[in-house]
C-alpha cells in the first residue's frame, strides 16, 4: 500500500496534508471515549502491542512491489477486533512513521498520502462494523461472512485509496493505469487471506478465556456492546 514517492508531487501533495490531518482529527476524537473503556493504562499497552504488530506486519511478513505501490499483508481487521479502533489507527500511525524513520526513510516524504491510505479505511470498517455485527454479539464468535466483509471494506478501501492517489497523481495515461491494474488485482488477493487469519485469531481468543478481562485487549472482544 506504499505509494511509491513521485506518484504524487509538488503541489498536489497539499491534498494529502489536509486527509492525513482529517484523519488525525478524527482519530484524536475518538481517543477519550476508548481511555473510558478499560482505562488510559489499557488504552496504551492495547496501543503498544499493535503498534509492534504493524511494525512486523510492515518488515517482516512478505511485502512485494506491484505497479504503483506494495503488496502488504497488513491485519487491519485483525488490529481492530483485537484491539479496537483507537489502538489499531494509533499503531497505523506509528508503524508507518517507525518505518519511515528507522527502515524505509525514502518513504517519509510520502507519509501523509500512506497514512491517509490506512487509516481512512479502518475509520470506514469500524462504522461497517456496527451495522453488521449485533450488540449482543462478542467478536469471538464472528462468523466468516461478517468478518469477510470487515476485510473487504478494510483491503478494498486500501485499494481504493492508492488507485486515486495513482490518477490524482499521474492522471489517466496507459502506463500509469496499467500499473493501477496490476497493483488492484495483486492486493485483493489479501482478502482471500484475511477473513481466514481473523478466524483462527478468534479461534485462539476462545481458548485463551483468561484474556477475557485483561488490559491487552479490546472489551468486546468477549462481551457484547454496552451501547444502546
Given at each position: 500500500m506504499h505509494i511509491e514517492v513521485g506518484v504524487v508531487q509538488d503541489a498536489k501533495m497539499i491534498l494529502s496534508y489536509g486527509t492525513a490531518i482529517a484523519s488525525f482529527g478524527y482519530l484524536a476524537k475518538q481517543v477519550w471515549s476508548a481511555s473510558q473503556e478499560k482505562g488510559w493504562l489499557s488504552l496504551a499497552l492495547r496501543s503498544l502491542i499493535a503498534s509492534l504488530l504493524v511494525l512486523i506486519f510492515f518488515e517482516v511478513f512478505p511485502h512485494h512491489p506491484v505497479g504503483v505501490s506494495e503488496v502488504h499483508l497488513i491485519l487491519g481487521s485483525t488490529l481492530f477486533l483485537l484491539f479496537g479502533l483507537v489502538p489499531a489507527g494509533i499503531a497505523l500511525t506509528i508503524g508507518l512513521l517507525v518505518q519511515g524513520f528507522f527502515f524505509a526513510p525514502f518513504?517519509?516524504?510520502?507519509y501523509t498520502v500512506n497514512v491517509t491510505t490506512l487509516l481512512v479505511p479502518l475509520f470506514v470498517m469500524a462504522a461497517l462494523a456496527k451495522k453488521i455485527i449485533p450488540q449482543n454479539m462478542a467478536y469471538k464468535d464472528l462468523a466468516y461472512s461478517q468478518v469477510l466483509k470487515l476485510s473487504l471494506a478494510y483491503q478494498g478501501g486500501i485499494v481504493t485509496w492508492v488507485v486515486f492517489w495513482a490518477v490524482y497523481g499521474q492522471g489517466f495515461a496507459s502506463e500509469n493505469l496499467i500499473s493501477v491494474v496490476a497493483f488492484a488485482g495483486a492486493y485483493m488477493t489479501v482478502v482471500?487471506?484475511?477473513?481466514?487469519?481473523?478466524l483462527a485469531v478468534l479461534a485462539g481468543v476462545k481458548v485463551a478465556s483468561g484474556l477475557k478481562n485483561s488490559p491487552l485487549v479490546t472489551t468486546r472482544l468477549y462481551k457484547e456492546s454496552t451501547i444502546n
Open positions: 518513504d517519509l516524504p510520502n482471500i487471506l484475511e477473513p481466514l487469519v481473523d
